[in-house]
């Protein structure tokens, strides 16, 4: 971050690496006591972030003061122990659940509460993620009692923030360990478990305790993966391991993602003191080039400089390489309050897109058919030539429309017709969107050393319309390999006098590319009906679904030990006291 207070202007600039610089800079207005038209906020290209760049950080606050007290540019610097203590924590959770169920199966009920691990003080999103994890903690399963509460724990730790998942990650781990435990009370396969607590299509949208389920096709999407695993004859492997003395085992997870936040009105109602919707603006200028200014941030994951230019060739019949997209600057860009998390980017942001890209068409056709002398119904756009369909030759290209609109337009445009090509939209939807997905595990276990490793790994998913398939498929493995981390090796470890231990990567491992196994994945579309283009996010899909489906793994393959994995990560030290308890028990 840079601060830059203009002792002329009394503009307070600031550089930041952020995922919502409006909301950065209103927050900055509000805390400062200085009216936001003397802030302006501009991001670079953020990188990825994953949720800790959401939030809103003290420092930030303290290097604008300074600027203004000394008169120069301040820049606040965090190196690796600093960002340990002061980002914010995003996944310790204790959780008490417990189910009833039937002898078949069939889950009746289903009551948790959830404590927050807070730290000393509230960050920007305060308890949300936790109150997401209660929100969900029946997943996708039809249950017909559910009661969930939140307790806040105030500690001297690190307050407590966002992180890919946000509180999803912990019901997932809920739920899914809910259904395995119950399936072997109950000696049934996990799947069959599965299969019949799941929501119905025709069930559509299902009023969970929270939210509304716009739509899925959760057992269409769980048989894919089972039919894969088959098809890989992963029990065969496991079951003639064991024969020589090796423990492997398969293990499932079955996950929903809330996307799409909005709705504005109902996250005010809940306590979110800021906007959801997504407003973009779509302009053609007087060459024919197409830009889109946007208020997202450009987090490496591909909306800058791909979906979007891929909506807009699509709509409006461009080529791809005469569109631009801006972003990250308060003073030239459209308004996003959210900002780019919550998997929301692509549905709201490209939503906006596609309807203002519509209309803005419409005015390029009745431009066009005024000076072909035309009906514009008649016309048809391909790669920046408007033609009469069926009339080779009578045709004019985008540049010529982009001159009749701003520089020569007498007889030109049509009577009545403004000037400028430009349209804006405020997306703001109705509902969320859910995506969903089943992950497949399958991981051998090492008795002596407790050392887990991941033989494969494959997912199935559907999130709504497929905009870029290699985007995609890199968010579902980018996910899962941060679910691996969580399940098998990030750990954040506290002294008794309160001092946090993990200062390095020496002390709080991550996965390489050596800890993370080849990844398969399948797709379904199921379009979001009240979404334009249907799309659903897909951000944090893999995050959410991984560690129920190791831990399951982990179980299975320890079967014979009775281990039960209830606590993450499933460390080799932990691993092992695991088994010996288990010994004993039986």
């Not at 930041?16 to 900055?28: F, G, K, V």
């Not at 996944?91 to 199966?105: H, L, M, Y």
């Not at 803005?360 to 756009?381: F, N, Q, S, T, Y």
């Not at 403004?418 to 991981?443: I, Q």
Request: with cysteine; net charge negative; aromatic share 6%.
């Amino acid at each position: 971050m840079v601060a830059t207070r203009d002792p002329y202007t009394d503009v307070l600039d600031v550089y930041l690496s952020t995922q919502s610089p409006n909301l950065a800079r209103d927050l900055l207005g509000e805390v400062l006591g200085v009216s936001v038209d003397k802030i302006r906020v501009r991001v670079p290209d953020v990188g990825v972030v994953s949720g800790n760049k959401f939030d809103f950080y003290a420092e930030e606050v303290v290097a604008s003061i300074l600027s203004k007290q000394t008169g120069r540019p301040v820049k606040l610097i965090e190196d690796r122990l600093e960002s340990f203590v002061a980002n914010a924590h995003s996944r310790e959770q204790k959780i008490e659940v417990s189910i009833a169920a039937k002898n078949d199966g069939t889950i009746t009920g289903l009551r948790s509460t959830v404590y927050a691990v807070l730290g000393g003080q509230l960050a920007t999103v305060g308890i949300g993620p936790n109150w997401l994890t209660a929100a969900l903690i029946a997943g996708p399963y039809d249950i017909a009692n559910v009661e969930s509460s939140v307790v806040g724990v105030v500690t001297n730790r690190s307050p407590y923030g966002s992180y890919r998942g946000w509180g999803q990650p912990k019901a997932n781990f809920v739920h899914e360990r809910m259904v395995d435990l119950l399936a072997r009370k109950l000696g049934m396969d996990s799947i069959a478990v599965r299969s019949r607590n799941l929501i119905a299509p025709d069930a559509f949208p299902y009023p969970s305790p929270v939210f509304f389920y716009d739509g899925g096709r959760y057992q269409t999407c769980m048989d894919p993966a089972t039919d894969e695993v088959a098809s890989r004859k992963w029990v065969a492997r496991r079951d003639e391991a064991r024969a020589q003395g090796r423990h492997l085992g398969i293990g499932y997870s079955f996950h929903v993602e809330i996307t799409a936040p909005g709705p504005t009105r109902i996250m005010n109602m809940a306590g979110l003191q800021h906007s959801s919707f997504d407003e973009e603006v779509v302009r053609i200028d007087s060459s024919g080039g197409v830009t889109v200014y946007t208020g997202q941030s450009a987090l490496g994951r591909g909306h800058p400089d791909r979906p979007r230019p891929g909506l807009q060739a699509e709509s409006l019949g461009v080529p791809l390489e005469t569109v631009t997209v801006v972003v990250g600057d308060t003073d030239t860009c459209a308004f996003t309050g959210y900002g780019t998390g919550g998997s929301r980017a692509a549905a709201l942001g490209g939503a906006a897109v596609i309807r203002a890209s519509g209309r803005l068409k419409e005015k390029v056709l009745r431009i066009a058919g005024h000076m072909l002398e035309a009906d514009p119904k008649d016309l048809e756009i391909s790669d920046g030539i408007i033609s009469i369909a069926g009339v080779p030759g009578r045709s004019i290209t985008m540049a010529e429309i982009g001159d009749a609109s701003y520089r020569r337009i007498n007889g030109r445009l049509p009577e009545g017709e403004s000037p400028t090509l430009e349209e804006r939209d405020v997306f703001d939807p109705d509902n969320v969107a859910f995506s969903y997905g089943c992950t497949a595990v399958l991981a051998e276990v090492d008795t002596e050393t407790g050392v887990v490793t991941l033989v494969e790994y494959l997912m199935a998913h559907d999130c709504g319309t497929v905009i870029n398939p290699t985007i995609v498929d890199g968010q579902i493995r980018g996910g899962a390999a941060q679910a691996i981390g969580g399940a098998l090796y990030e750990e954040l470890v506290y002294g008794p006098d309160g001092q946090i231990q993990t200062t390095t990567f020496m002390d709080y491992l991550i996965p390489t590319a050596s800890e993370i196994p080849d990844m398969d994945i399948l797709h379904m579309e199921t379009p979001a009906e009240h979404i334009p283009g249907g799309f659903k996010g897909v951000g944090e899909g893999g995050t959410i679904g991984g560690a129920a489906a190791i831990a399951g793994a982990v179980d299975d393959a320890l079967s014979e030990a009775g281990v039960f994995t209830t606590s993450l990560p499933i460390t080799p030290p932990r691993l092992l006291a695991a088994m010996k308890a288990g010994a004993a028990q039986r």
